[in-house]
Nanobody, 120 residues
Framework: QVQLVESGGGLVQPGESLRLSCAAS????????MAWYRQTPGKERELTAT???????RYGDSVKGRFAISRDNAKNTVYLQMNSLNPEDTAVYYC??????????????WGQGTQVTVSS
């Protein structure tokens, strides 16, 4: 069994920063791509940022230049540094990881989500 545990969400004012973390634990052989998605009520979940095991990154257009994704492979952890936050960034942020189990099976896991609210 694998768990993704997110942390770092909260309430901030426009222009401020937050850093999200997501740690994968359990029966893991290796972790492939990791990503952050976000979702607001009534809308589909959208890709925010993704990072390969080798460190290649890709960002959604609305966060380019403001957000930075990184990871620590030794800790099976992915981070999302969010700068210059604005009210449109308010959402539930979900961590996603592609994980190889010791058996060789490949799974796609999601975290439980963490709320980020940007408001004055």
């Amino acid at each position: 069994q694998v768990q993704l545990v997110e942390s770092g969400g909260g309430l901030v004012q426009p222009g401020e920063s937050l850093r999200l973390s997501c740690a994968a634990s359990g029966s893991i052989f290796s972790v492939d791509d990791m990503a952050w998605y976000r979702q607001t009520p009534g809308k589909e979940r959208e890709l925010t940022a993704t990072i390969t095991r080798g460190g290649g990154t890709r960002y959604g257009d609305s966060v380019k230049g403001r957000f930075a994704i990184s990871r620590d492979n030794a800790k099976n952890t992915v981070y999302l540094q969010m700068n210059s936050l604005n009210p449109e960034d308010t959402a539930v942020y979900y961590c996603n990881a592609e994980i190889f189990a010791p058996s060789g099976a490949f799974y796609d896991y999601w975290g439980q989500g963490t709320q980020v609210t940007v408001s004055s």
